[in-house]
């Protein structure tokens, strides 16, 4: 994301202001087939972790698979419990 200018085959073009804002900041993204779908951030509680993807397009189930297998993952490394919000 930082190293050159087209980012065309990691990032579709009308959706890069929402990875990569400018000033060198970049978004947490994730990847489907080799392409950033989506951006996603963690909204914490005394209770649970909630981490919130905003797909940029509908995401194939076997992408929201493999967000909840990681998003359990990462509650497990923090021992409590973390949920996946679409």
Known sequence: ML???DRALLLDPAE???ANSGGG???PTV???GRIAETWHTKRT???TKVVVEPF???PRSAI???ESEVD???RFLAEAAVLVI
Request: aromatic share 4%; net charge positive.
């Open 65 to 67: 698979v493999g967000l």
């Open 3 to 5: 190293g050159g200018r």
């Open 31 to 33: 990847l489907v087939d």
């Open 73 to 75: 993952g990462y509650g």
């Open 46 to 48: 005394t209770k649970q």
């Open 57 to 59: 397009a509908t995401l």
């Open 16 to 18: 890069a202001k929402r």
């Open 25 to 27: 900041m970049i978004a």
